[in-house]
């Protein structure tokens, strides 16, 4: 029953403690200001958060969950996928079981893992990290890391600055490089290695044979 303080302890056997604090499933815990927990054993704590899956916990300023065992802290982070975990600022772990950490990171592959600033793990089991890194939606399995890196295909690896790893098992690293054969290789400055199982290295140098290789500059 609400009190002086606003507190609302809702569901049978919750606690609301703190201000304006709400709880609506049976067994959760609402406690500080403005906190909502409106699933079953959920628990929400903190600043203007709300817990909404079963088993849900959330702390911080701004964070919510929306599915059940999901854990959302730090400030405006959102866990909407099954036992996803978002921290830092402005994050989402949308995927089941994903992990979206740093600031303005979307993980929403399943198990995928996003960390660092503006990065997006969008493919299955895929990991990005640095400054807007990005895994496509089909592209299980890959990783991208470094600063403006892509990798699309299923498997594939892109590090470095403005690389990217289209094809599938491929490997982009360097500046500028693009792997888009069948487990290719470019690495180096502005290499493109087109070509399956293709191998380009140096400076704007280019593979385009199966089985190709191209190298110095």
Excluded: K
């Amino acid at each position: 029953m609400a009190n002086g303080c606003n507190q609302n302890p809702i569901g049978s056997c919750s606690e609301a403690e703190g201000l304006n604090t709400t709880a609506n499933g049976a067994a959760s815990h609402a406690e500080g200001f403005q906190t909502i927990a409106n699933a079953d054993t959920s628990h929400a704590e903190g600043n203007t958060t709300t817990a909404g899956g079963a088993a849900s916990h959330t702390e911080g300023h701004l964070t919510e969950t929306t599915a059940d065992t999901a854990h959302a802290e730090g400030n405006s982070t959102t866990a909407s996928g099954d036992a996803s975990h978002a921290e830092g600022y402005l994050t989402t772990a949308s995927g089941h079981h994903a992990h979206a950490e740093g600031s303005n990171t979307i993980a929403s592959g399943q198990a995928s893992h996003a960390e660092g600033q503006g990065s997006i793990a969008r493919g299955d089991n895929s990991h990005v990290e640095g400054l807007n890194t990005q895994t496509a939606v089909g592209a299980s399995n890959a990783h991208a890391e470094g600063g403006d890196t892509t990798a699309s295909g299923p498997a594939s690896h892109a590090e470095g600055s403005g690389t990217t790893a289209s094809g599938p098992q491929s490997h982009a690293e360097g500046e500028g490089s693009t792997a888009s054969g069948r487990t290719s290789h470019a690495e180096g400055v502005s290499t493109i290695a087109s070509g399956d199982f293709s191998h380009s290295e140096g400076q704007l140098t280019t593979a385009s044979g199966t089985f190709s290789h191209a190298e110095g500059g």
